[in-house]
């Protein structure tokens, strides 16, 4: 249905005229405004002087094993924007929304929320007001009317990115993109650096406050309660949780990271785990940050680089804009577009339980360097970039034909940054290949030999990447030829796999490959 929907690009089958989808309005400056915890900025308000409302629900950490990291990071950026906002704000900390709503005598608006359940929630609410959605680049009309008029042609995130430039003039000279080429990524995929070392320098980082304290404390006392529980490691924070701070990590990433980010944005160093990347996402995600306005801040930096004569790389700019105004604004509009339906899907059959160790971050069970590390990474930061989750713990699961809807909550619950309009596209879709090609044309499995190219972790690695039986072969190498073996009959028809389906008539082990990775299944590897 999802394909089809998508092909035709009009809302899936069923939910025409679902009223999570409906036509809403843009303002509405004489009520007071709710405020989710992803909705923190001053743009979710329509003014200086507007009142707001701040829900702290426990209810929402009761129901889910969130990241320590992320919990705090939630609770730490409602609390501030509470203080900041001081007598503007009605701040509530109770067990559900529901319990402070009862207790607001008056009407409320609200930006429409960021999943089919808290819209679903807000529209059943007769007192509140709903209005368009905010924070992203493109609105609702915009990726309507772009769908629409695609006709029958796949929505390729590559072409509304191009859109998106056309109608914000981003990156344009006139009706050319600037440099004469929409995409550089051919440029940014270079292997981890040589030396091992970072191509920019470390990150600026926030401190912590007393609000961070009461955050710690108070997580502290319902864990010790059995109210919640959490995975991965506490404290410190990392990621901003104020405009303030959102907006210098932006200028710290702008004057010193932007230049060196595209080269190596797809590589992985065990010892550099942030390599030139803007740390940015949770700040979007808690809505800190206008994404249109850090779009416009980049070109104009670029623009002036060029006008001083010490031009900005621009495949560094060129990528960095399409993954805020390109990637992140398609996965939001496709959330919707694809329907509630879409988190189930599962083309691959794939079904086995999110192993134990997978779970809880226990980056000590598992031998495979890059996982080990990515897995220890993740524990202790609740963060790595994109292509460890893609192409390590993404390309793990695919190969292990773990349950997508399963990973996609994983995902959900372990990063800082993991929401569900976040996780549902990019899991289900890109990591998982579950939709069966609505959103990538061909599944990110890859061995080995993908994992050394593009890291240093397999020089230590008790696994060799060129190998795919004995005690040392890789679990990511002789991992992919089964997965493509257990795969083979759905991905038939799939163009893009028809070489690679072709090397398993060659592998004169390949029987032996498939019952070594069926007895290891998700054991550690």
């Not at 704000?89 to 608006?109: C, K, N």
């Not at 059943?124 to 695609?150: E, I, K, M, T």
Request: some cysteine.
């Amino acid at each position: 249905m999802a394909a089809s929907a998508a092909g035709r690009g009009g809302e899936p089958d069923g939910h025409r005229s679902d009223p999570a989808l409906a036509d809403f309005p843009d303002r509405a400056p004489g009520t007071r405004r709710w405020c989710f915890a992803d909705q923190l900025g001053p743009h979710f308000l329509d003014g200086p002087q507007q009142p707001a409302l701040l829900i702290e629900s426990r209810a929402v950490f009761a129901r889910r094993r969130f990241h320590r990291q992320k919990a705090h990071l939630v609770l730490s950026a409602l609390r501030h924007c509470a203080a900041e906002l001081g007598d503007r704000a009605d701040f509530h900390q109770v067990g559900t929304y529901g319990e402070a709503l009862d207790r607001v005598g008056e009407p409320l608006s609200v930006c429409a929320p960021t999943s089919w359940r808290s819209r679903d929630f807000v529209l059943a609410r007769p007192d509140v007001q709903v209005l368009a959605a905010r924070g992203f680049v493109s609105s609702r009309a915009d990726f309507a009317a772009w769908a629409a008029g695609r006709g029958r042609q796949r929505l390729v995130m590559e072409d509304f990115d191009r859109d998106a430039r056309r109608r914000h003039d981003v990156l344009m000279d006139g009706a050319r993109p600037v440099g004469g080429r929409w995409n550089l990524d051919e440029e940014n995929r270079q292997p981890a650096p040589a030396d091992g070392r970072s191509p920019a320098p470390e990150p600026w980082w926030p401190e912590e406050d007393e609000i961070d304290e009461e955050v710690r404390a108070d997580l502290d006392r319902w864990e010790a309660a059995g109210d919640m529980s959490f995975v991965g490691d506490d404290g410190p924070r990392l990621f901003p949780v104020t405009r303030q701070e959102a907006l210098r990590r932006l200028g710290d990433f702008l004057d010193f990271r932007l230049g060196a980010f595209g080269p190596h944005e797809d590589a992985m160093l065990s010892d550099e785990r942030w390599l030139a990347h803007s740390l940015l996402s949770p700040a979007f995600n808690l809505g800190l940050l206008d994404p249109l306005d850090v779009v416009l801040q980049a070109e104009q930096r670029y623009r002036d680089s060029v006008a001083d004569g010490k031009p900005l790389p621009l495949n560094s700019v060129e990528g960095f804009v399409r993954q805020v105004m390109g990637w992140r604004d398609y996965i939001w509009h496709m959330y919707w577009h694809l329907g509630r339906d879409f988190r189930s899907r599962n083309f691959l059959a794939a079904d086995r339980a999110v192993p134990d160790w997978l779970a809880g971050l226990d980056d000590a069970a598992v031998d495979a360097a890059c996982l080990s590390d990515v897995l220890g990474d993740l524990r202790r930061d609740g963060w790595v970039h994109y292509i460890p989750r893609l192409m390590v713990l993404g390309n793990y699961a695919l190969q292990r034909g773990i349950d997508p809807s399963a990973m996609t909550d994983w995902f959900h619950e372990s990063f800082v940054d993991g929401s569900e309009w976040v996780m549902v596209a990019n899991v289900v879709g890109m990591s998982q290949h579950a939709d069966g090609g609505v959103l990538a044309t061909k599944p990110y499995a890859a061995s080995g030999a993908y994992i050394d190219r593009m890291s240093d972790y397999c020089g230590s690695c008790r696994y060799d990447p060129r190998k795919r039986l004995g005690d040392d072969a890789c679990p990511y190498t002789a991992g992919y030829w089964a997965f493509l073996d257990r795969t083979r009959d759905r991905l038939a028809s799939n163009h893009r796999m028809r070489r690679p389906l072709q090397g398993l008539d060659r592998l004169a082990d390949l029987e032996a490959v498939v019952e070594r990775e069926q007895r290891r299944g998700t054991k550690p590897p």
